[in-house]
């Protein structure tokens, strides 16, 4: 399959609307048992800067989810290919 998929994450946020999407990621995938690696950005300044390179944005907020170094999308993306039955193609899951 590849790369594994990534979900930037940060453990330090004071919205709560980050916090809620972040719970309902972390909710779905590991209900429908899909393999990720969560890379928390606020332990690690690489990781933050590694998540904005990938996105292309200087100003990225996490959730932001990668293959590699394909960015696949944010947290609205996950949440329309959820809605419209399309999670592993948003995903890449063969």
Request: hydrophobic share 35%.
């Amino acid at each position: 399959m590849g790369d594994k998929l990534k979900v930037y994450m940060t453990s330090v946020s004071s919205a709560s609307e980050i916090k809620g999407q972040q719970q309902r990621i972390f909710n779905v995938l590991d209900s429908k048992k899909i393999d990720y690696e969560s890379v928390d950005i606020s332990l690690n300044e690489e990781d933050k800067l590694q998540m904005r390179e990938i996105c292309n944005d200087s100003k990225a907020l996490p959730p932001q989810f990668a293959r590699g170094k394909d960015h696949l999308g944010g947290y609205t993306q996950f949440d329309e290919a959820l809605e419209d039955g399309l999670l592993n193609d948003f995903l890449r899951i063969e």
